[in-house]
């Protein structure tokens, strides 16, 4: 029986009327690699969202390591105007913010790169390690808090070597290159020391010979820091060679789940990424 | 360049600054308008850090600071008004009976506290201007950017006008203002304290705290993502950046030695954030540079253009009164077209970039000397 890392349950996400996420329910177990694809505009990111803190789900539970983190139901007027499924199933009502989902250790790198721009690749990582330090503003003021400054310093270096990106750390993040840039923003997540690493689109824009090497990067950083990676891609190389199963999302709703052969071959996916024919004559 | 020079320059630097100030006390007589000037720049330099650590490290535009100067220098005010006097500054009104019966506890506690009075003043001065800091800061950090800036110079007039309320006509004496506070014992104890204040900030800045700060200045949502409470960190820096400018308001009253509401009015607010600007958002030294600078040249090296000036028998026009603060404003709009991001930007001040300038100069120098004796040979 494989450890469960993170659980959707039901998750559904309403914005006025519509529904970007309609009653998802996945399940990510300790060390796999599993993607979530979809046609754009499907809601992938919108899931990614929910999990990592920054939308409330409109109804639904998530669960990490198995303890509930999120979870709420139809409230106000949102309660008039739901149409998604599962309505009175939940009945607690817990939202954590983006940093305390982040302290419990869920990482997440976005879409459209949000690297912090104006300050150096090295500095971008050091500030990840903020989350873990133990010093309150007064000791850190006082410069008492030296040893563990230091500590934080040595393993931001020792990231930035794993990554490639020790020649580069006193660059600014926006003079980087782009592949560099993704490089960066993954190590910046890294420094969180997560067990559960979010990536969304982790090779847009990306060259095959770059997508190529990002599938033994993201193979490579698995073993080395013990992770579970959820990724959100379009690249289908990628996908398929790289994930364990993975979840297909159409609309909002889940069409087909399963390791990558099946979900190849599965006729709702197909129909969902080459659109359907409509036979009129029919 | 090695740290053990950087070190050995710096502390050239300051003995030539320690050196300055003592032989501006010695001679307070002859040079009456540097020390008044420099004075108040160091003074405006404090709360200008202050301004920068919300505005340019955290990323929050606060329009606050007089608000929070003002809490700031009533209190410090009502410290160091002498007790024999308090009766001749609250004539009108009278005083209240806790400020006679809080004056008189002051006078009995052992000598070593009383001589050091001012020091309490000011932190007791900043601690309130940092507690109503938390208190408004909760609603009102939600907001951003230029709303934040309305909403909290409204609180900055709201302070003033409460201030200057009958109903605290015994405590705060109204629109009549406190006179007669005790001053500075000299230039070197106004500098010490600036100087103790600003490097409070920077160590602060310096600081892991100091780089969520920056964080959530370049993308919230990142920082965020980065396990950054945001609120707290908000907050945090809000009543930090808000004790120094309450420290610095109890500085400029023993300055002035006597203040009313009209000193913290917004404009006040508007010539902290003139400095920010000019000096750089987001760079200490910036800050402190353009804080000595603006107030130097705004009080001192272009009262000239305010009496009229004859040359010969012609008197050159516009001379006149007032005439000091439209060259000032165009040597503003001056600056600020040709640094668009303050004079130091974003950066600090470093001896390695000096050294690299002093290099380059020297390079420069020989390159056109060489060319130069080439010339000659031909």
Known sequence: MPNSILRLEDITMQFGGVVAVDNLSLEVNQN????????NGAGKTTAFNVVTGVYAPSNGAIYFKDNMITSNYPKGSMKKSYVGQNNGKYTTRMEKKPD???KLGVARTFQNIRLFKDLTAFENVLIAKHMRAKANFLSATLCLNHKEERTMREETLELLDILGLTNVKDEKASSLPYGQQRHLEIARALATKPELLLLDEPAAGMNPQETDELTAFIYDIRSKFNLTVFMIEHHMDLVMEISDRIYVLDFGKLIASGIPEKVQNNQRVIDAYLGVQEDDEE | MKNSKKVTYSIILAAIILAFLFFLEANKANYGMAYTVLTKGAILAVVAVSMNLVTGFTGLFSLGQAGFMAIGAYITAIFLIPTDTIQDVYYISGVSPAIINFKGFLDSTPGWIQALAPYIALIVGGLAAALLAALIGIPVLRLKSDYLAIATLGFSEIVRAIISSPQLDTITNG???????????????????????????????????????????????????????????????????SFFSGVSGGMLAMFMRSIDTKTFSVSLTYDILLIVVIGGIGSVTGSVISALLVTVSKEWWLRFFDNPLYIGNFQVPFFRTGFRMVVFSIILLVVVLFYQRGIMGKNEFSWDKIGNNFTRFKGFIAKKASKGGSDHAK
């Open chain 2, 175 to 241: 629109s009549y203002g406190l006179k007669k506070i005790q001053g500075f014992s000299s230039i070197i104890q106004t500098f010490v304290i600036a100087g103790v204040c600003i490097t409070l900030m920077v160590l602060l800045i310096r600081s892991t705290y100091g780089r969520a700060f920056k964080a959530i200045r370049e993308d919230e949502t990142a920082a965020e993502a980065m396990g950054i409470n945001l609120f707290k960190h908000k907050e945090l820096s809000f009543v930090i950046g």
């Open chain 1, 32 to 39: 796999e690699i599993v993607s979530l694809i979809g046609p």
């Open chain 1, 100 to 102: 305390q989902i982040t």
